[in-house]
């Protein structure tokens, strides 16, 4: 028994000998290594404070890791710098590595840093370093555990830029090219902040303050979402000679239900998408020619969406809009419409199976110039060659003056007086027109011009002072009244949005107006 003692302790002595010898000279040795063979450029630099080898399970931990390097990829040049407080790696089947070129790691950890990528226009010196020969396969990959404390980083390539901070923990990963890549993830659990991208779309900021996934419930939330211009009104008017619209939007929290993300490599596929509580405030020059290109409708937009998706329902709720434009007369003043109380559903949003014409619902309530209560119910149908649609709009009780911060600057019509008791829309159309009847109720209506200088304004203006308001307007109308006709012809280049509102406002005009206005 004492002999046994005596040689397990001497073993164990060995070992521990072996241990330390091989600690004392390998760990610095791998660690010169790792900074010699990542450093390629002049400017390259690698520094790492320890190099820890663990033995059971085998895997290596870096500690206090500072890198600034380059890598050249075709015409590109990425400079990549950043700091890690550790890195660690555990528990590498390397027999599995070598005889299935598989990679089967047990936990991946990440600690806190930050990680700096800028990506440069480059004409690549010498490639022989990042070349391959094209007949080596990529290895399959499998994570055990990965988690990765709050890195801060950071993504430069020309004006754009995208700075966030983000955690994850992984479960299980597993990636497979063995015909095309596809992936299996165990439990994710994803956090990002403070996230802001400059110029993903050009000249708008994007932003949110908070980003969480958790697959345990497969539900995807952002909070405080916004996209804000980086240029005035004017300035992005005189730069983008076609685009009339500049959008500026702020959401409270959007969130994605039953978004499954081993699905992504095959599409999107979610449950409900709920955005909540959104500001929306839209500006628009009407002075500018629309760039001649055919504008899609929403039923062809969904169609053509590049990849497959299938969402239950998108939901907009306790949202707020401000519409403002220049009009073709700026002298009129610049209109603007306040809309508030809005909750919009649309539904389906999927494509598949529809390679022309998605079907798509749309029903919502909303409350405009904080009078008039309207309510929308419009369907576009599926697999329609020239993407027909239906819309029904109901309007309540409201004085019709409400309206004239937006009717004046666009018409030059100011309401006086008149009470609107309702208004109902019915039209239907396709890619070329919309056609359909208005129907409106109102009592006591006296409208007043806009002074001109043309004879034809003249004219208008004789007309009301000399023969009354009641031989521009019919001063009242009834539900047993003919309503008004809608006719639009439809310019290719008119978005949806304008295209509909038109073939409302031919129907108004048909209702109230008696003679042809110069407008």
């Known amino acids: 028994m004492k002999i046994l003692i005596r040689v397990s302790l001497i073993i164990v002595g060995i070992f521990l000998l072996l241990w330390l010898a091989f600690a004392i000279f390998a760990e610095p040795f791998i660690k010169k290594t790792i900074e010699e063979k990542l450093t390629y450029?002049?400017?390259?630099?690698?520094?790492?404070?320890?190099?820890?080898?663990?033995?059971?399970?085998?895997?290596?931990?870096?500690?206090?890791?500072?890198?600034?390097?380059?890598?050249?990829?075709?015409?590109?040049?990425?400079?990549?710098?950043?700091?890690?407080?550790?890195?660690?790696?555990?528990?590498?089947?390397?027999?599995?590595?070598?005889?299935?070129?598989?990679?089967?790691?047990?936990?991946?950890?990440?600690?806190?840093?930050?990680?700096?990528?800028?990506?440069?226009?480059?004409?690549?010196?010498?490639?022989?370093?990042?070349?391959?020969?094209?007949?080596?396969?990529?290895?399959?990959?499998?994570?055990?555990?990965?988690?990765?404390?709050?890195?801060?980083?950071?993504?430069?390539?020309?004006?754009?830029?995208?700075?966030?901070?983000?955690?994850?923990?992984?479960?299980?990963?597993?990636?497979?090219?063995?015909?095309?890549?596809?992936?299996?993830?165990?439990?994710?659990?994803?956090?990002?902040?403070?996230?802001?991208?400059?110029?993903?779309?050009?000249?708008?900021?994007?932003?949110?303050?908070?980003?969480?996934?958790?697959?345990?419930?497969?539900?995807?939330?952002?909070?405080?979402?916004?996209?804000?211009?980086?240029?005035?009104?004017?300035?992005?008017?005189?730069?983008?000679?076609?685009?009339?619209?500049?959008?500026?939007?702020?959401?409270?929290?959007?969130?994605?239900?039953?978004?499954?993300?081993?699905?992504?490599?095959?599409?999107?596929?979610?449950?409900?998408?709920?955005?909540?509580?959104?500001?929306?405030?839209?500006?628009?020059?009407?002075?500018?020619?629309?760039?001649?290109?055919?504008?899609?409708?929403?039923?062809?937009?969904?169609?053509?969406?590049?990849?497959?998706?299938?969402?239950?329902?998108?939901i907009l709720q306790r949202a707020f809009l401000h519409y403002h434009h220049t009009s073709k007369k700026p002298e009129l003043g610049q209109a603007a419409l306040e809309v508030d109380e809005l909750t919009l559903k649309v539904f389906p949003i999927n494509n598949i199976g529809h390679p022309n014409s998605a079907e798509v619902n749309i029903v919502g309530t909303a409350r405009l110039q904080k009078e008039a209560t309207v309510s929308i119910d419009a369907t576009l149908f599926a697999d329609k060659t020239h993407h027909d649609f239906e819309v029904k709009l109901s309007m309540k009780q409201t004085p019709i003056a409400a309206f004239n911060s937006i009717l004046y600057p666009t018409t030059g019509v100011k309401v006086e007086e008149g009470q609107c008791t309702g208004a109902r829309v019915h039209m239907s159309g396709n890619d070329f027109s919309i056609r359909g009847d208005l129907d409106i109720a109102y009592t006591d209506l006296k409208v007043s011009l806009a002074p001109g200088n043309k004879d034809s304004w003249k004219f208008m203006n004789k007309v009301k002072s000399g023969l009354g308001n009641w031989a521009l307007v019919n001063t009242n109308l009834t539900y047993d009244t003919e309503g008004g006709k809608i006719f639009y012809e439809r310019p290719a280049k008119e978005p949806f949005v304008n295209f509909w509102w038109k073939g409302i406002q031919s129907g108004l005009l048909d209702a109230i107006v008696k003679v042809d206005l110069p407008l």
């Open 41 to 314: 450029y002049q400017e390259d630099s690698v520094s790492i404070g320890a190099v820890n080898i663990q033995f059971f399970p085998i895997g290596l931990k870096l500690k206090d890791a500072h890198f600034k390097l380059h890598i050249s990829k075709d015409s590109l040049l990425i400079n990549w710098a950043g700091d890690i407080s550790y890195a660690q790696v555990g528990g590498i089947d390397w027999m599995k590595a070598w005889k299935e070129n598989i990679w089967d790691v047990k936990s991946i950890k990440i600690g806190e840093g930050a990680v700096h990528w800028k990506v440069q226009k480059y004409i690549a010196q010498d490639s022989e370093r990042f070349s391959s020969s094209g007949k080596a396969e990529s290895p399959d990959i499998i994570l055990r555990n990965t988690n990765v404390e709050l890195l801060d980083l950071k993504f430069e390539k020309d004006s754009l830029v995208i700075n966030l901070e983000t955690s994850i923990n992984l479960d299980s990963l597993s990636v497979s090219r063995k015909d095309s890549m596809q992936w299996h993830l165990g439990r994710v659990q994803l956090h990002s902040e403070d996230a802001l991208f400059e110029n993903v779309v050009p000249d708008f900021d994007l932003a949110y303050d908070a980003l969480n996934y958790d697959s345990k419930s497969n539900q995807l939330k952002i909070d405080a979402f916004i996209m804000k211009p980086r240029i005035t009104a004017e300035e992005f008017s005189k730069k983008y000679p076609f685009r009339k619209v500049q959008p500026d939007i702020y959401m409270s929290s959007i969130t994605v239900s039953d978004l499954n993300i081993n699905e992504l490599h095959n599409g999107i596929f979610a449950s409900k998408v709920v955005l909540d509580s959104c500001d929306f405030s839209i500006y628009q020059d009407l002075r500018k020619e629309r760039e001649n290109v055919r504008k899609p409708l929403p039923s062809e937009l969904v169609a053509n969406i590049p990849i497959p998706v299938d969402i239950d329902s998108l």
